[in-house]
């Protein structure tokens, strides 16, 4: 699993955790929707300042954007 994937369902997981959808998500924290979209589809490549920018609106360290998520059962 690449980096852009781990982030897409890290990011999908800990926005839904939160009970957010991505619009709202997007526009609570100044981001566009589609932007939030192509992140969690693992076509976007945010850069480091954006990274930041989901892990300070998520509330989590930047890393925990980026490991790889748990193994399923």
Not at 3 to 29: D, I, P, S, T
Not at 55 to 68: Q, S, T
Request: net charge positive.
């Amino acid at each position: 699993m690449d980096v852009r994937q781990r982030l897409a369902l890290n990011l999908r997981r800990l926005r839904q955790a939160r009970g957010l959808g991505q619009e709202k998500f997007a526009l609570e924290h100044g981001f566009d929707r589609t932007y939030i979209s192509g992140i969690e589809r693992g076509v976007r490549n945010p850069t480091i300042l954006v990274l930041e920018r989901l892990a300070i609106a998520l509330e989590v360290p930047v890393e925990e954007l980026l490991k790889a998520p748990p193994e399923r059962a």
